[in-house]
């Protein structure tokens, strides 16, 4: 694992020179890899990227006896921790903040079977160390034009009429406009005639234990012609994701390391493929991390000043789901 700055100088390189690639970057800035996908050993990491893979076709049945338990993480802890965020939020300090917990999970499927066995556009696998299945898409560039699709929003589709109740929710409309607002602008940094091509349309999600909806966005604008020289600068300047971390952002992201009781490492950071043209990419969030045998699911939700620490704490819990269809 390298730093981000020669992590994105050596992105820059094989962007320029048209090698097929994959990157990470953690969320606290520590981390990161970049590594040419001829040379990736699947035994050591496994990808499936907006349909990019190195995982062969292998049947994982979804065993009838699929255990899966979660343990809810300290509720004294979560309110301690939302307290110093809803302190800062009504100082103004932050408008918007994505608070996090790991959540303590017992399975008797392995991260490996998981990756193969979750359904989501964006999957990747670090032996020994975390699974992630992410739904979110972080940027993808065609063409010259650079896109990002923030989502904030989440329901469970068993709710009488859910999908009103997710795009009349003023609460979730608050967060939306603001993380939309806050990509546009990063977007901005990078880019031109930066425009809103689609705002908040419905996703859905299939776990085991029913569908979640989620509202998305769609941004766009116009990167200049040399892009892939610049791609690793691009992705730095784009990073954390806007839509995991909060807004104003710099100022968030203090507030979030003195909230938050663990270090996210790779949770919510960035992940992707860069075919030799387009690059695809992805919020690593839906994220499994693994600490010797013990393994914890990474969950979150966007905090406003109009939260509830009850409904935010449940919010949580209701993300901690594996991505498998039942009839799978």
């Known amino acids: 694992m390298k730093s981000w700055f020669a992590t994105a100088s050596r992105i820059n390189d094989m962007a320029t020179a048209g090698i097929p690639f994959l ?6 800035g520590k981390e990161s890899l970049a590594l040419p996908l001829a040379e990736i050993d699947p035994n050591e990491i496994l990808f499936d990227i907006a349909g990019f893979t190195n995982a062969k076709k292998v049947s994982v049945p979804l065993q009838l006896n699929m255990t899966f338990e979660r343990e809810a993480p300290d509720a004294i802890l979560y309110w301690d921790a939302f307290e ?4 800062h939020l009504k100082r103004g300090d932050s408008y918007l903040l994505n608070l996090t917990f790991p959540v303590s999970i017992k399975t008797n499927l392995n991260t490996h079977q998981i990756f193969h066995l979750a359904k989501a556009p964006f999957k990747l696998w670090v ?3 975390f699974v992630v299945f992410s739904p979110e898409s972080f940027v993808t560039i065609r063409h010259n ?3 990002t699709f923030p989502m904030k929003g989440t329901i469970s589709a068993q709710l009488p009429d859910a999908e009103q109740a997710l795009l009349n929710n003023q609460k979730e409309l608050a967060e939306h406009y603001t993380i939309v607002d806050l990509l546009r602008n990063d977007i901005g940094m990078v880019s031109e005639e930066v425009r809103v091509e689609r705002f908040r349309y419905i996703d859905t999600i299939h776990t085991l234990n029913g569908q979640l909806l989620q509202t998305s966005s769609h941004i766009n604008g ?3 012609q040399n892009w892939q020289q610049e791609l690793g600068n691009i992705l730095l300047k784009l990073l954390p994701a806007g839509s995991i971390s909060g807004a104003p952002k710099r100022r968030t992201l203090e507030i979030i390391s003195e909230a938050e009781t663990d270090d996210r490492g790779f949770y919510t950071g960035v992940m992707g493929i860069f075919d030799g043209e ?3 990419s992805a919020v690593m969030i839906r994220f499994i991390e693994q600490r010797g045998e013990a393994l914890f699911f990474r969950a979150g939700g966007g905090i406003t000043v109009n939260s509830r620490c009850e409904e935010e704490y ?5 993300k ?3 991505p498998f269809k039942p009839s799978y």
């Open 84 to 87: 110093k965020v809803m302190f």
């Open 222 to 224: 116009v990167l200049p």
């Open 127 to 129: 032996k020994d160390r």
């Open 145 to 147: 034009r650079i896109h």
């Open 278 to 280: 387009a690059l695809h």
């Open 320 to 322: 901690v789901v594996l």
């Open 314 to 318: 449940n919010e949580l819990l209701q």
């Open 23 to 28: 990157f990470a970057f953690d969320f606290p």
